[in-house]
């Protein structure tokens, strides 16, 4: 299990030291001192770049840093213009930041304006402001899907809370490119008169968190949730309601008990006790839509502790294995009702499932399991009656998770073994060894799922494959 320590005594000795120094001067302030703020510049790119300004290509992800440069033919104003070479499919992807090296006060502004057009009609798959290495992007704001034509127009990214930008850097970025075969790529964008704007048009702020939803978490003294699904919605002058998602610093969280939960400006929430709490949100003074009610029974006991060696185990989600694959825990499938979590239980990591109908761990990578014999997980229940289905997937030689639309059942080379978690204990953990039989017994070397009914509310940990 991990612990951590925070060591704080050098601060409080600094903070105090400051305190005696402030306290001992003969001379105070003058009401007329006027402290310095930073340049309220708004300009990003008009004709060149603004004052301090410069390209930070997303390298490491893999973004191509010379699609980029400067246009002087293509322009919709003045004598240059932004250029991006957007790749074809397999050869990167356009990505990168504009940021300063001075520190900007857009608080007088409204949004972020800008011209564009492309070579063919194309959807940007995110554009936007605030990614800053010195903030930890605690004001990023993004647009998804943004339409762009063969012709130069306007595109406007509303502020979501001015005031909170007394000092920034992360001026503009964007990110597209082609994500499978037959995507959109091989074409070129154009930007010009990028910079922020108090238009005076932007209005009907609706915030939401959870985007909107009521969620409702079961949840354990000393684990950890995370305010998701961050959005501001405003009516700009064109007549349509343009929505961002937002970084949860723009809010003011407040918890109904501080005793059972609280909330940090990051939208971290940290459950302390038992009982419930019910976590909501405003931002520039409106109430936020969605809500998190955490209903906490107090202390989670730690899982058992796996005793297989690490040669016989490909693991999925242990803290004591190295993972076999990275996985997708929250798939997104349709029609479902799952919120799933990964909760911290003092330092420990658990999956944390509520209001389940059918979800699913989606493995990044295939798990040749030919050489194992069983899956392992531990089950923790806080309500009589609960019972969970889980469904062994291989995926065959094709790669591919296929279900048939009526059934639900897998086609083509899929294979499947289904298995009921039954007998769950309330308040304790439930091991369960399930072996891999059926049509697996013959094909499990492509195992790419693990299905999950029933529920509603259950935590898993030490998800792993294993032979004894």
């Given at each position: 299990?991990?612990?951590?320590?925070?060591?704080?005594?050098?601060?409080?000795?600094?903070?105090?030291?400051?305190i005696?120094?402030?306290?001992?001067?003969?001379?105070?302030f003058?009401?007329?001192?006027?402290?310095?703020t930073?340049p309220?510049?708004?300009?990003?790119?008009?004709?060149?770049?603004?004052?301090?300004?410069?390209?930070?290509?997303?390298?490491?992800?893999?973004?191509?840093?010379?699609a980029?440069?400067?246009?002087?033919e293509e322009?919709?104003?003045?004598?240059a213009?932004?250029?991006?070479?957007?790749?074809?499919?397999?050869?990167?992807?356009?990505?990168?930041?504009?940021?300063?090296?001075?520190?900007?006060?857009?608080?007088g502004?409204?949004?972020?304006?800008f011209?564009?057009?492309a070579?063919q009609?194309?959807?940007?798959?995110?554009?936007?402001?605030?990614i800053?290495?010195?903030?930890?992007?605690?004001?990023?704001?993004?647009?998804?899907?943004?339409?762009?034509?063969?012709?130069?127009?306007?595109?406007?990214?509303?502020?979501?809370?001015a005031?909170?930008?007394?000092?920034?850097?992360?001026?503009?970025?964007?990110?597209?490119?082609a994500?499978?075969?037959?995507?959109?790529?091989?074409y070129?964008?154009?930007?010009?008169?990028?910079?922020?704007?108090?238009?005076g048009?932007?209005?009907?702020?609706?915030?939401a968190?959870?985007?909107?939803?009521?969620?409702?978490?079961?949840?354990?003294?000393?684990?950890?949730?995370?305010?998701?699904?961050?959005?501001?919605t405003?009516?700009?002058?064109?007549?349509?309601?343009?929505?961002?998602?937002?970084?949860?610093?723009?809010f003011?969280?407040?918890?109904?008990d501080?005793?059972?939960?609280?909330?940090?400006?990051?939208?971290?929430?940290?459950?302390?006790?038992?009982?419930?709490?019910?976590?909501?949100?405003?931002?520039?003074?409106?109430?936020?839509?969605?809500?998190?009610?955490?209903?906490?029974?107090?202390?989670?006991?730690?899982?058992?502790?796996p005793?297989?060696?690490?040669?016989?185990?490909?693991?999925?989600?242990?803290?004591?294995?190295?993972?076999?694959?990275?996985?997708?825990?929250?798939?997104?499938?349709?029609g479902?009702?799952?919120?799933?979590t990964?909760?911290?239980?003092?330092?420990d990591?658990?999956?944390?499932?509520?209001?389940?109908?059918f979800?699913?761990?989606?493995?990044?990578?295939t798990?040749?399991?030919?050489?194992?014999?069983f899956?392992?997980?531990?089950?923790?229940?806080?309500?009589?009656?609960t019972?969970?289905?889980?469904?062994?997937?291989?995926?065959?030689?094709?790669?591919?998770?296929?279900?048939?639309?009526?059934?639900?059942?897998?086609?083509?080379?899929?294979?499947?073994?289904?298995?009921?978690?039954?007998?769950?204990?309330?308040?304790?953990?439930?091991?369960?060894?399930?072996p891999l039989?059926?049509?697996?017994?013959?094909?499990?070397?492509?195992?790419?799922a693990?299905?999950?009914?029933?529920?509603?509310?259950?935590?898993?940990?030490?998800?792993?494959?294993?032979?004894?």
């Amino acid at each position: 299990m991990k612990n951590t320590k925070y060591i704080k005594g050098h601060f409080i000795l600094l903070f105090s030291f400051m305190i005696l120094l402030l306290g001992s001067c003969e001379r105070s302030f003058s009401d007329d001192v006027e402290f310095a703020t930073f340049p309220a510049n708004g300009d990003v790119f008009i004709d060149n770049f603004s004052a301090g300004l410069d390209y930070f290509p997303f390298v490491d992800a893999g973004a191509d840093p010379e699609a980029f440069s400067v246009e002087t033919e293509e322009v919709f104003s003045g004598t240059a213009a932004m250029r991006f070479d957007v790749p074809s499919f397999g050869n990167g992807f356009v990505g990168a930041t504009f940021n300063t090296t001075a520190n900007r006060d857009l608080s007088g502004f409204d949004a972020l304006t800008f011209y564009a057009k492309a070579s063919q009609s194309a959807t940007i798959d995110a554009i936007g402001f605030g990614i800053s290495g010195e903030t930890n992007n605690r004001f990023q704001t993004t647009l998804f899907g943004l339409q762009v034509s063969t012709r130069w127009e306007k595109y406007v990214v509303p502020i979501p809370d001015a005031s909170k930008l007394i000092s920034e850097t992360g001026m503009f970025w964007l990110a597209e490119g082609a994500s499978f075969e037959g995507d959109e790529g091989g074409y070129v964008i154009w930007f010009d008169e990028i910079r922020f704007e108090k238009l005076g048009t932007v209005a009907q702020p609706s915030p939401a968190i959870f985007l909107g939803q009521d969620v409702s978490e079961q949840a354990f003294d000393g684990s950890s949730l995370t305010i998701t699904g961050t959005t501001q919605t405003f009516n700009l002058a064109s007549g349509i309601n343009q929505t961002v998602v937002i970084a949860p610093s723009y809010f003011n969280f407040a918890s109904s008990d501080i005793e059972v939960a609280q909330v940090s400006e990051l939208g971290e929430v940290s459950v302390i006790g038992a009982g419930t709490a019910e976590i909501t949100a405003t931002l520039g003074g409106v109430l936020a839509q969605g809500s998190l009610e955490v209903t906490s029974s107090g202390s989670l006991p730690f899982a058992p502790t796996p005793m297989q060696p690490q040669e016989n185990v490909k693991s999925i989600f242990s803290d004591l294995y190295v993972n076999d694959t990275e996985s997708n825990f929250s798939p997104g499938f349709g029609g479902s009702t799952t919120q799933t979590t990964v909760s911290s239980n003092n330092g420990d990591a658990v999956l944390n499932y509520s209001n389940n109908n059918f979800t699913g761990i989606i493995f990044e990578n295939t798990v040749d399991a030919s050489p194992l014999t069983f899956l392992h997980v531990d089950v923790y229940v806080q309500e009589a009656g609960t019972q969970v289905g889980i469904q062994i997937r291989d995926i065959g030689a094709n790669q591919m998770i296929e279900t048939d639309v009526n059934t639900g059942f897998p086609i083509g080379d899929d294979v499947d073994f289904r298995f009921d978690l039954t007998g769950l204990a309330v308040g304790q953990w439930t091991s369960f060894d399930i072996p891999l039989s059926g049509d697996l017994a013959s094909q499990r070397n492509n195992l790419g799922a693990l299905i999950l009914v029933g529920g509603p509310n259950f935590l898993f940990d030490n998800v792993y494959f294993y032979t004894e």
